[in-house]
Structures are given as C-alpha cells and as structure tokens.
C-alpha cells in the first residue's frame, strides 16, 4: 500500500502554513486509507503524524537511503511505495539492508539478496549483522533457550560495515572523500578484541569520540528538500525501517561500540538522531515507522510490528508460529493430555502453551491453573528475539535449495563470517538465563521470559544437507511467502 507522502512544499509559506498542509494532508491519507480498506484487513501501522514527519525529514536531509530489513522475513519489511518514491521522486540511492543474518541459514540469506536485485534493480544490497556467530562450530538449532552473551567488545566485529562502505563508494564515485571511514573500519578491526578475562563487557571507547547530536522539536521544522548533494563535503546516510529490524544494533555496529540504546518495544527511539561517524560521514537514525499493509494479524505480531502486550488474542499467532517450525520438539514439550510421553498426540496451539505453562511454572494468581496466555506471550517474544527462528523463503525456493547451498555466494559468506568471528580461544561465552522480554514495558512479571533448568537432552541437528554442520536451522520446516 502507498504510505502517506508529505505534501508540496515552497519557499513562500510559512512554518504554521506548511503544517497545518501537512495536518490536512495527513487526515485525507488515513480518510481513503480507512475508506478503501476494513479494519479486519488493514494492519496496524502508524497514525503519529509526528512521526512521519520525521520520515519525510530525514528524506530532506538523506544523500544515501538505508532501508532495514530483517533478513527472516525481508518483504514484510520492504514497502514498494518507499522504493519507488525514493527512487523515482527523490532521486536518491536506496541500500537495502539485510539485517540479522545470524538468523538464516547462508544459502537463504544469498537467495533472498538475489530476490531483490532482480525485481527492484535500483536497489544496492548489503548483508549485515551486529553479532556473528562463528559458522565453524555446530549450533543445536534446539537450544533456543541458551542465550550466549560475548565477553568483550562485540560491536566491533559486525559483518557489513565494509560492505557498506564499498556501496557507497560506488554511489558517490568519488565526490566524497571516504578514507576517513576506511580507515575507521581497518582501526576496529585491528583493535577489536573478544574476550578481557574480567567477565564484564567492555564499554569504554577506544579510539575518536562520535559525535551524537540528539534531535528536539527544532530539528523537525521543514526546510524544503536540498537540491545540493554532499554539502561541506559530507554524504549523510539516513537509516529508515520498520521497528524490530535492528536499526539501533546497525549503527552500533558501525560506530564500533554501542551509543544507541536497543530495545525490543516498537517505537522505542522518538526522535531522530544525527552521529558523525566520521568527519565526512553523518548516519541520520529514524525511528521505525510501521507502513500501512494487508499483513495478517499473526505475522505482524511474529515479526515483530504489533506490539505483543496489546495482543488480547495470542494463540492464533502460536497456531501460526507452531504449523512452520516444530516448536513442542524444539522446546521438549510434554502434551498435557498425554500419558505415555513417547506415544503420538494432535498437537494444537492451546496445547502448546499449556505445555510451555507446565515446564515453566506459569500459574494463574487465584487458582494456581496454567497461565496459558502468559505462556502464548512468552513463545511469541521467542520467536521475535529470534530464539525460535521462522525464516521466509522466497518463491521457488525449495525447488533450487541445492543450487543456492552450493552457490559460491554462499560459501563466500560463510568463509566471511568464519573470519570476523571469534577465532580459537579468544571467544568466552556464558550461558546467561533469558532475561525478561518485559521489563521494557512493564505489563508482566520479570520471569516472564526466564530459563529453565535447560539439563534436558536436545536432538541433533537434521542431516541431508550439505550445510548441516553448520547450518542451526536445519530442523525448521518449509515455509515460502
């Protein structure tokens, strides 16, 4: 669906003029949006005209557009009317980000990159992740409650900010100077160090300061889209997105430690905020905006767009999540109505998140029955962290898995993530229980989200695949969008 776009804008108007245009503007949108679409099919996006505002400014002040997108289910997050707008009406170039590649498997992440170049060839693709995992060591793809927490300065071995760095070196063929930031990537790489023996992970900051700008109502008066690119010799990247994406851990990963707090709540960052990464490179943050769509309810909520404490009816969502991956296995559930525990039982949603209220001791405060909606609550805040991965695939892409599996791509980005991984004995890790998903909103109890004893046998991973040592996913099922 089209998103609401700001109005036309001259120099002769007034600031009150312009807003009150945008206000109208904005009211018309959501007049025919509601008009042409039920409420039952229309998702939940955003109606802050505040908020789009700071859209349609960071578009105004952007030379680079960085679109982020989480590579478990990139379409959703990818608004074709953005791509066109941005494209075609602003003239600008659009990087396609996809985040979180830890999450997929490599020969998924390779095919859905190559999905995008051929049907949006203006796009520039980047694969990225703040928090790679070393491909070299097997994962149990069952061990979804066993979190490891990387002593030491993680940030600074993100995968894609040299990527990055090469798709803006070929947007701006050379009318920016660039080495700057070259040379900040070589210095976090030949400083970055995984484990300190302390224990406690490093926050001090090595290296030149970054200069955080932090936006107020005065930054949000219109000022007319530039006509001039690459003002004072500076290329200013604006980063848009939906909520949940990783915005946040991108920059910070880019920056080399963290400057930007992250947090799971949609909505989290309120308004827009400007780092210098470098002297000749300025990042603009935007907070995620949520564009209008026909998404069903239950993949809003697992993707993380509609906000899980405002859900009054969860288990449809753990029906959806449950029919795609094999969550009573991935989680060793025991059917509440079964005796034998090896004998075979019909599995529906209510079952499992009785069953996950029995493992984890979720009981109602009156009558000590199983909470079966806090638990609902919980295995959806799982699947949003990523702890039970759903991952899209796109069309065609069972029929040519092998194809992309052997894809050079594919090896290539294994090789990468093997070499910006942790090497040898230099990683410590430390299983930390899952901390609560709701201490950001504060609607539940702390151990809402807490882990189990987690001493049970876990299965191994399946085999028939040529990345199953390393690929952690190999027990998800089929599931193409």
């Known amino acids: 669906l089209d998103f609401p776009r700001r109005p036309p804008w001259s120099y002769e108007m007034s600031k009150e003029q312009l807003m009150s245009q945008e206000e109208r503007s904005f009211q018309d949108y959501l007049g025919k949006i509601h008009g042409a679409y039920s409420s039952e099919k229309l998702s939940y996006f955003e109606h802050n005209l505040e908020t789009w505002r700071q859209l349609w400014r960071v578009l105004e002040m952007s030379d680079i557009v960085l679109l982020i997108t989480d590579i478990r289910h990139p379409v959703v997050n990818f608004p074709p009317a953005l791509y066109e707008y941005v494209t075609g009406e602003l003239g600008l170039a659009l990087v396609l980000v996809l985040n979180k590649v830890d999450l997929a498997p490599p020969a998924l992440v390779v095919a859905w990159k190559h999905y995008f170049h051929q049907h949006y060839p203006q796009l520039h693709v980047v694969l990225f992740t703040s928090f790679p995992r070393d491909p070299r060591t097997p ?62 992970e490093e926050e001090e900051e090595d290296g030149p300061a970054v200069l955080v700008e932090q936006q107020t109502d005065s930054a949000m008066e219109p000022t007319g889209p530039t006509q001039e690119r690459y003002k004072d010799g500076v290329v200013t990247i604006g980063c848009v997105g939906f909520p949940n994406v990783g915005k946040s851990s991108l920059i910070n990963g880019l920056v080399g430690r ?7 709540t949609p909505g989290h960052t309120r308004y827009f905020q400007t780092y210098f990464l470098t002297p000749s490179v300025k990042l603009c943050d935007c907070p995620g905006l949520i564009f ?69 001791g979720y009981k109602t405060a009156k009558a000590a029955r199983n909470d079966v909606y806090r638990a609902a609550n919980s295995l959806l805040r799982l699947a949003v962290d990523g702890r039970l991965s759903l991952c899209f695939h ?44 709701c201490e950001e909103e504060g609607e539940e109890d702390r151990d809402a989200d807490e882990e189990g004893e987690g001493d049970e046998e876990t299965p191994t991973s399946a085999p028939g695949s040529s990345l199953a040592g390393r690929n952690p996913y190999a027990l998800l099922g089929e599931d193409e969008c």
């Open 394 to 437: 796109p069309p065609g892409y069972s029929e040519q898995k092998g194809t992309w599996e052997s894809h050079p791509e594919t090896t290539e980005l294994v090789v990468l993530q093997g070499r910006v991984g942790p090497a040898g004995d230099e990683e410590e890790e430390e299983e930390e229980e899952l901390s609560s998903s």
């Open 139 to 200: 994962q149990d793809p069952s061990s979804v409650l066993k979190k490891s927490r990387r002593r030491g300065r993680g940030w600074t071995r993100a995968l894609g900010p040299e990527q990055l760095l090469r798709a803006c070196e070929a947007i701006t063929v050379g009318k920016v100077d660039l080495s700057s930031w070259r040379e900040k990537i070589a210095r976090d790489v030949a400083g970055a160090t995984w484990g300190n023996g302390s224990g406690e």
């Open 292 to 360: 209008p769509s026909l998404l069903p309810r239950q993949l809003q909520v697992l993707a993380g767009i509609y906000p899980i404490a405002q859900i009054q009816e969860p288990y449809t969502a753990v029906g959806y999540l449950a029919s795609r991956i094999p969550v009573q296995a991935l989680l060793h559930l025991r059917h509440p109505e079964a005796e034998d525990p090896s004998a075979e039982h019909p599995w529906c949603a209510w079952d499992i998140c009785e069953a996950w209220a029995e493992k984890r």
């Open 258 to 264: 963290k400057v930007v707090s992250v947090s799971r």
